[in-house]
């Protein structure tokens, strides 16, 4: 069975740091990209980041580029987020989710349950 | 920037047919996935690209794309259908991109 668990969420202060950890299982990690998603309390859904397989190309949303950085430990079946320079609006539940797909491109197949993040002082 | 828009809510009686939009220029170009989000609850993938539908999702679940719309259908709607719908799409100069989201009511 599939199963991603976040954790590292709790309560920074602005200008703060976190570091979020998801820990898969139940399948290859090393074989998928992944992706953090976040979504603000009330709102929608926002795609963060992904990572390839190996680690070796990294995609950002432009509004953390420079503040986050997406990293993995395939060995450790890990994925992480660094959190830098928060704000209060990156307050949100993070989600990692699994990339899956063929030739057509990918898709999010699978999500973990999340954690929540609040910047506030 | 690509921008995927979407209704901001959908009523629909049970047993009838609901119908969520998704509009992005030339998205029939585009994978479109979909995905249901009920309260306190991670997203689940429920149709990918445009129209297939992941196991276990019932058949009453279907989408089409074409044009500048993309579209999920829900037929004999249920009362557990009752959620959060969003949209999806890969676009290269802007990453993963999500629709505002659709909440869709069972009346």
């Known amino acids: 069975e599939v199963q991603l668990v976040e954790s590292g969420g709790g309560l920074v202060q602005p200008g703060g740091s976190l570091r979020l950890s998801c820990a898969a299982s139940g399948f290859t990690f090393s074989s998928y990209w992944m992706s953090w998603v976040r979504q603000a309390p009330g709102k929608g859904l926002e795609w963060v980041a992904n990572?390839?397989?190996?680690?070796?190309?990294?995609y950002y949303v432009d509004s953390v580029k420079g503040r986050f950085t997406i990293s993995r430990d395939n060995a450790k079946n890990s994925l992480y987020l660094q959190m830098n320079s928060l704000r209060a609006e990156d307050t949100a539940v993070y989600y990692c989710?699994?990339?899956?797909?063929?030739?057509?491109?990918?898709?999010?197949?699978?999500w973990g349950q999340g954690t929540l993040v609040t910047v506030s002082s | 920037s690509y921008v995927l828009t979407q209704p901001p809510s959908v009523s629909v009686a049970p047993g009838k047919t609901a119908r969520i939009t998704c509009g992005g220029n030339?998205?029939?170009?585009?994978?479109v996935h979909w995905y249901q989000q009920k309260p306190g609850q991670a997203p689940v993938l429920v149709i990918y690209y445009d129209s297939d539908r992941p196991s276990g999702i019932p058949e009453r679940f279907s989408g089409s794309n074409s044009g500048n719309t993309a579209t999920l259908t829900i037929s004999r709607v249920e009362a557990g259908d009752e959620a959060d719908y969003y949209c999806?799409?890969?676009?290269?100069?802007?990453?993963?991109?999500f629709g505002g989201g659709t909440k869709l009511t069972v009346l």
């Open positions: 990572i390839k397989q190996d680690g070796s190309e990294k």
């Open positions: 030339n998205i029939g170009s585009k994978s």
């Open positions: 989710a699994r990339e899956d797909g063929n030739s057509r491109g990918d898709y999010f197949d699978y």
């Open positions: 999806q799409v890969w676009d290269s100069s802007s990453g993963w991109v």
